[in-house]
């Protein structure tokens, strides 16, 4: 995206530093997210109750901004403000709003693996996005800060996509209807939807799930593919759960990601078995999901699947939530 589309979508007027209460300082929390909900890549997303990451930003009365701290990370992110997606995110948005002559020192908290398939690095950016926006007192629409999240997408794995921070950044669960120009709807969903979530401990760095993928595809697996986006939205809109579960089959890209993470059909075949109503891999994987229509189908699933990695000798994580319709919210 060019930095003048920022400009554009920017916005315009800013409250004064000492607005919400002349706040110094802020604690915001971000949420984990599943991207592509299996058929809809690029296009379709989610937000969960957990994990998610937090950031501590503080007005430091010095011009520029500073990372002072980064936990959670195993010391694999930069701690330079020049490389780090939330502080790159953070900058062009001071940048935009013409308040570079404010100063920040930010720390950040991973609370989820990287390279997780979870939306880690959205989650850290929209946290970040979401502190400074708040600090400032800005009550602008949230989908302001949207060009600046994709901004800190594209450094994380080379390409803008909306599907992680959007959900992170609004909740709930939304459609990317257009990219050029940007066009987000929030879509309904049960509220009785539940999702299961495993991370698999092998590494698959979004940037190259990406390269592997088709670059052309056939008309047929299209027709299916368009088929399956609409009926699974149409499955969100009627409360349908039952449309929804045969609508997430993905003939595009599942078939070339599969083969990254370990087992994966096989823990289908064994999440289908213990009443799950879909499948598939969260956003780039390697952590896969399962939508399930109540809470103790979704911890019998996540408790079989790491049984089952446990015995290939991969560790895992796991997590158990609704859909997230909060988005980020403020800790402190
Ligand atoms: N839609 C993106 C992809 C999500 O599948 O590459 C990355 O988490």
């Known amino acids: 995206m060019e930095d003048n589309k920022l400009q554009e979508l920017a916005p315009t007027t ?5 607005g919400n209460g002349g ?3 802020i604690h915001v929390f971000a949420p984990a997210t599943v991207a592509n909900v299996v058929c809809g890549f690029d296009v379709l997303g989610f937000a969960v109750d957990e994990p998610g990451d937090e950031v501590i930003m503080r007005l430091t009365g010095k011009p520029g901004i500073t990372l002072s701290k980064i936990t959670g990370d195993d010391g694999r992110l930069p ?51 979401f502190a400074i926006k ?48 940007l066009d987000v709807v929030r879509l309904p969903h049960p509220k009785n939807l539940w999702c299961a979530i495993v991370f698999p401990d092998v590494d698959v760095p979004t940037r190259e799930a990406r390269q592997i993928i088709r670059k052309n595809i056939q008309m047929k697996d299209a027709v299916t593919q368009w088929g399956n ?22 003939v595009l890209v599942e078939p070339v990601r599969s083969m990254l993470i370990p087992d994966f059909y096989k823990m289908r075949e064994m999440a289908m ?60």
């Open 14 to 18: 800013l409250a004064p530093l000492s």
């Open 273 to 332: 078995e213990l009443g799950a109503v879909s499948f598939g891999i969260s956003g780039s994987g390697p952590s896969v999901f399962a939508f399930t229509k109540d809470e103790a189908t979704a911890r019998a699933i996540t408790q079989k699947l790491q049984q089952h990695l446990t015995g290939l000798k991969i560790g895992s994580n796991s997590y158990v939530s609704t859909i997230n319709d909060a988005g980020p919210k403020v800790l402190g």
């Open 79 to 129: 701690l330079d403000p020049a490389k780090n997606t939330v502080s790159v995110s953070v900058q062009h948005y001071l940048q935009s709003v013409g308040r570079t002559d404010i100063g920040l020192d930010i720390e950040l908290h991973k609370k989820m693996p990287i390279g997780s398939g979870l939306g880690s690095s959205s989650a850290s950016t929209v946290a970040g996005l």
């Open 134 to 181: 708040t600090l400032l007192g800005d009550d602008a629409d949230p989908i302001k800060l949207l060009p600046f999240a994709m901004k800190g997408e594209e450094m994380a794995c080379g390409h803008g996509h909306a599907d992680n921070v959007a959900p992170a950044l609004f909740g709930g669960f939304v459609l990317i209807r257009s990219y050029e120009p």
């Open 23 to 25: 706040r110094d300082s």
């Open 229 to 250: 986006i609409a009926g699974l939205v149409s499955g969100l809109f009627m409360q349908d759960i039952d449309l929804i579960g045969r609508s997430m089959k993905d």
